[in-house]
C-alpha cells in the first residue's frame, strides 16, 4: 500500500494521522488505518479536527503529537485536517506555538515529514504553501505560507471524495474555481516590481498559470454540478480532484486575492464555510476587477465554455461573470452575505481587515481602496 511505503521512504516511525471524527470512521479509511496500524504499531489517530479549525483545535494536536513522540504526519481529511496537520507538523518540529509562524516565511525550515491525502476536492492544500486557521480572538482567518508547508507527498485519491455530501462538494468545488480564476487573473508577475521579491508571498501570474489554472478551471466548469448531483460519479470526482489540485499549484505560486481577503473576516465573524464565502463573493470581485484584466477574464468565460461575444473581450469577460452565477447558483451557494449572518453594521470591519492583508491586496488585478471594499460588500450583501 502506497502509504506504508512512502512513511517508509521518509523514515518516519511513529506517525500521527490527522483527522476528524467522520473522515477517521469512513470504511476507506478504516482500512487504510488498519493497513497503517499492521506497518507501524506505534502509529495514533488524532480524530479532532473541526472545520474552519480554530488555533485552538492545532494546539490539541499538537499536544496530542508530543505526547506520542510523533516523527512523521498524515493528514487526511478536507483543507481543514490538512491545515491542522501541516500546523502540527510546523510546531512538533520547530518548537513555539502556531502563532510564532503566521505571515509568510517565518518557519525557519523543512518541517516534520508530512503527506497529505485530500478528501474534498477542493482547497488543493495537498500541494500547496499555505495553512489557513481561525483566530477567535481577532474573529479572522490567519495564514502561515512557507515553501516548507508544502507536504513532501500528496497521495489524490478521487475515490475518497465519493462519500462528500452535496454541500461539502459544492463548497470546497467552488473555492478550486476560486482559486483558479484568482491565480489566472492576478497581475502578471512582470508588473510587480513594486513588491520587494524577497518579501513576495505570491509571484503573480505567469505563462505556466494560464495552463493549469485554466485547466483547472475547465474541468470545473465540466464536472462540478456533476459531482454535486451524482457523488458516485467517478469520473467527475477524478476531475475534480484534478481539478483541485492543479488550482492549489496555481494559486500557491500565483496568488489568491481579493476574494480570499474579503472572505477571511467574514469567515472569522460568521463561521460560514471558506468555500461559501468565497463563491458568493466571486461574482462582485470579478465585476469590480474586470476593467482592469479584460483579457484574461474573456479566458475564463472561454475555459467556462462560453462562446465568444461580438469582437469586444469586454462583453465575453461579461459572460464569465455570468456563467459564475449560474454555476453557484446551481450548486446552491446562498447569494447574499446577510443569509450568511454577516450583520451590515460590520462591512466597515470587513473592509478594514481585508484591506490590511497586503499580499492579497498587492496581487490583486485591480487596486482597491478600502471603500471599495465596502462598495463591493455592500452590493453583495
Ligand atoms: N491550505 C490551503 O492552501 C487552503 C486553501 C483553501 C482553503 N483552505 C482552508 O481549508 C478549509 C476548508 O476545507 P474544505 O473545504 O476541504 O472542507 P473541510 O476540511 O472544512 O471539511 C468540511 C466537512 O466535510 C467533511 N468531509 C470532508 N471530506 C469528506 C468526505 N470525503 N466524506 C464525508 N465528509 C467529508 C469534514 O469532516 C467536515 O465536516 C478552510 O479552513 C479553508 O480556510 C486552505
Ligand atoms: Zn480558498
Given at each position: 500500500?502506497?502509504?506504508?511505503?512512502?512513511?517508509?521512504?521518509?523514515?518516519?516511525?511513529?506517525?500521527?494521522?490527522?483527522?476528524?471524527?467522520?473522515?477517521?470512521?469512513?470504511?476507506?479509511?478504516?482500512?487504510?488505518?488498519?493497513?497503517?496500524?499492521?506497518?507501524?504499531?506505534?502509529?495514533?489517530?488524532?480524530?479532532?479536527?473541526?472545520?474552519?479549525?480554530?488555533?485552538?483545535?492545532?494546539?490539541?494536536?499538537?499536544?496530542?503529537?508530543?505526547?506520542?513522540?510523533?516523527?512523521?504526519?498524515?493528514?487526511?481529511?478536507?483543507?481543514?485536517?490538512?491545515?491542522?496537520?501541516?500546523?502540527?507538523?510546523?510546531?512538533?518540529?520547530?518548537?513555539?506555538?502556531?502563532?510564532?509562524?503566521?505571515?509568510?516565511?517565518?518557519?525557519?525550515?523543512?518541517?516534520?515529514?508530512?503527506?497529505?491525502?485530500?478528501?474534498?476536492?477542493?482547497?488543493?492544500?495537498?500541494?500547496?504553501?499555505?495553512?489557513?486557521?481561525?483566530?477567535?480572538?481577532?474573529?479572522?482567518?490567519?495564514s502561515t505560507l512557507?515553501?516548507?508547508?508544502?507536504?513532501?507527498?500528496?497521495?489524490?485519491?478521487?475515490?475518497?471524495?465519493?462519500?462528500?455530501?452535496?454541500?461539502?462538494?459544492?463548497?470546497?468545488?467552488?473555492?478550486?474555481?476560486?482559486?483558479?480564476?484568482?491565480?489566472?487573473?492576478?497581475?502578471?508577475?512582470?508588473?510587480?516590481t513594486e513588491v520587494?521579491?524577497?518579501?513576495?508571498?505570491?509571484?503573480?501570474?505567469?505563462?505556466?498559470?494560464?495552463?493549469?489554472?485554466?485547466?483547472?478551471?475547465?474541468?470545473?466548469?465540466?464536472?462540478?454540478?456533476?459531482?454535486?448531483?451524482?457523488?458516485?460519479?467517478?469520473?467527475?470526482?477524478?476531475?475534480m480532484a484534478l481539478?483541485?489540485?492543479?488550482?492549489?499549484?496555481?494559486?500557491?505560486?500565483?496568488?489568491?486575492?481579493?476574494?480570499?481577503?474579503?472572505?477571511?473576516?467574514?469567515?472569522?465573524?460568521?463561521?460560514?464555510?471558506?468555500?461559501?464565502?468565497?463563491?458568493?463573493?466571486?461574482?462582485?470581485?470579478?465585476?469590480?476587477?474586470?476593467?482592469?484584466?479584460?483579457?484574461?477574464?474573456?479566458?475564463?468565460?472561454?475555459?467556462?465554455?462560453?462562446?465568444?461575444?461580438?469582437?469586444?473581450?469586454?462583453?465575453?469577460?461579461?459572460?464569465?461573470?455570468?456563467?459564475?452565477?449560474?454555476?453557484?447558483?446551481?450548486?446552491?451557494?446562498?447569494?447574499?452575505?446577510?443569509?450568511?449572518?454577516?450583520?451590515?453594521?460590520?462591512?466597515?470591519?470587513?473592509?478594514?481587515?481585508?484591506?490590511?492583508?497586503?499580499?492579497?491586496?498587492?496581487?490583486?488585478?485591480?487596486?482597491?481602496?478600502?471603500?471599495?471594499?465596502?462598495?463591493?460588500?455592500?452590493?453583495?450583501?
Open positions: 500500500m502506497l502509504l506504508p511505503d512512502e512513511l517508509q521512504r521518509l523514515n518516519v516511525a511513529q506517525p500521527l494521522v490527522i483527522a476528524d471524527r467522520t473522515i477517521a470512521n469512513l470504511p476507506q479509511v478504516l482500512e487504510l488505518l488498519r493497513a497503517l496500524k499492521h506497518a507501524f504499531p506505534r502509529a495514533h489517530v488524532f480524530d479532532g479536527c473541526v472545520p474552519e479549525p480554530p488555533i485552538e483545535t492545532a494546539l490539541d494536536a499538537i499536544t496530542f503529537g508530543r505526547r506520542i513522540a510523533a516523527d512523521g504526519v498524515v493528514a487526511i481529511g478536507g483543507g481543514s485536517n490538512l491545515d491542522v496537520g501541516k500546523i502540527t507538523a510546523t510546531v512538533l518540529r520547530h518548537g513555539g506555538s502556531p502563532r510564532d509562524y503566521f505571515g509568510f516565511d517565518v518557519v525557519p525550515g523543512p518541517i516534520l515529514p508530512l503527506i497529505a491525502m485530500p478528501t474534498t476536492a477542493g482547497t488543493g492544500s495537498e500541494v500547496s504553501h499555505a495553512a489557513v486557521l481561525t483566530d477567535s480572538i481577532a474573529e479572522t482567518k490567519v512557507s515553501r516548507w508547508l508544502r507536504p513532501n507527498v500528496a497521495i489524490v485519491d478521487p475515490a475518497l471524495t465519493d462519500s462528500c455530501p452535496p454541500t461539502v462538494t459544492a463548497h470546497s468545488g467552488i473555492d478550486t474555481l476560486v482559486h483558479a480564476i484568482e491565480a489566472v487573473t492576478n497581475r502578471d508577475f512582470s508588473e510587480m520587494d521579491p524577497q518579501a513576495r508571498a505570491y509571484e503573480g501570474s505567469y505563462p505556466l498559470t494560464q495552463l493549469i489554472g485554466g485547466e483547472a478551471i475547465r474541468l470545473v466548469g465540466r464536472f462540478l454540478v456533476r459531482a454535486y448531483r451524482q457523488p458516485n460519479d467517478s469520473e467527475a470526482r477524478d476531475g481539478a483541485a489540485m492543479l488550482a492549489g499549484m496555481a494559486f500557491s505560486n500565483s496568488g489568491v486575492a481579493l476574494v480570499h481577503a474579503l472572505e477571511y473576516p467574514i469567515g472569522g465573524l460568521t463561521h460560514c464555510s471558506h468555500g461559501e464565502g468565497n463563491g458568493l463573493l466571486l461574482p462582485h470581485v470579478m465585476r469590480f476587477n474586470l476593467p482592469e484584466c479584460t483579457e484574461s477574464m474573456a479566458q475564463v468565460a472561454s475555459w467556462l465554455g462560453c462562446k465568444p461575444i461580438g469582437l469586444s473581450s469586454v462583453a465575453t469577460a461579461d459572460a464569465a461573470i455570468a456563467a459564475v452565477v449560474e454555476l453557484t447558483q446551481a450548486v446552491g451557494i446562498r447569494a447574499r452575505l446577510s443569509e450568511l449572518g454577516l450583520k451590515r453594521e460590520r462591512i466597515p470591519t470587513v473592509a478594514h481587515r481585508a484591506f490590511q492583508i497586503k499580499r492579497l491586496m498587492d496581487v490583486n488585478p485591480r487596486r482597491p481602496t478600502e471603500l471599495d471594499l465596502v462598495n463591493i460588500l455592500e452590493k453583495a450583501f
